[in-house]
């Protein structure tokens, strides 16, 4: 499996930004999409945006289009997700992912995580 590393999470005030980074390692040839899920405290996990590796097409949840968006550099193996306008609702833990399904939107679609980074919004 690929090992996924998140970082850049932290506090913010709303309308700010921060971008998040996922260093991935190990057999990354294998995966085809990369994805962005986020979980607070007593609720389900919530896809935020997808990415394949090599066409780029970037698909996002609803709430956050016009806000976030998700690039790579295949180079470095590498995703981030730029935050902006960012919301006291958008407080949670994000978790990069690795998954073979195209525009898969769903936990099941992905099979590796990492540990997340914590992204807390203060009103």
């Known amino acids: 499996q690929v090992q996924l590393v998140e970082s850049g999470g932290g506090l913010v005030q709303a309308g700010g930004s921060l971008r998040l980074s996922c260093a991935a390692s190990g057999r990354t040839f294998s995966y085809y999409t990369m994805g962005w899920f986020r979980q607070a405290p007593g609720k389900e996990r919530e896809f935020v945006a997808g990415?394949?590796?090599?066409?780029?097409?970037?698909y996002y949840a609803d709430s956050v289009k016009g806000r976030f968006t998700i690039s790579r550099d295949n180079a470095k193996n590498t995703v981030y997700l730029q935050m902006n306008s960012l919301q006291p609702e958008d407080t949670a833990v994000y978790y990069c992912a690795a998954g073979i399904n195209p525009y898969g939107r769903g936990s099941a679609d992905f099979a590796s995580w990492g540990q997340g980074t914590q992204v807390t919004v203060s009103s």
């Open positions: 990415i394949s590796w090599s066409g780029g097409n970037a």
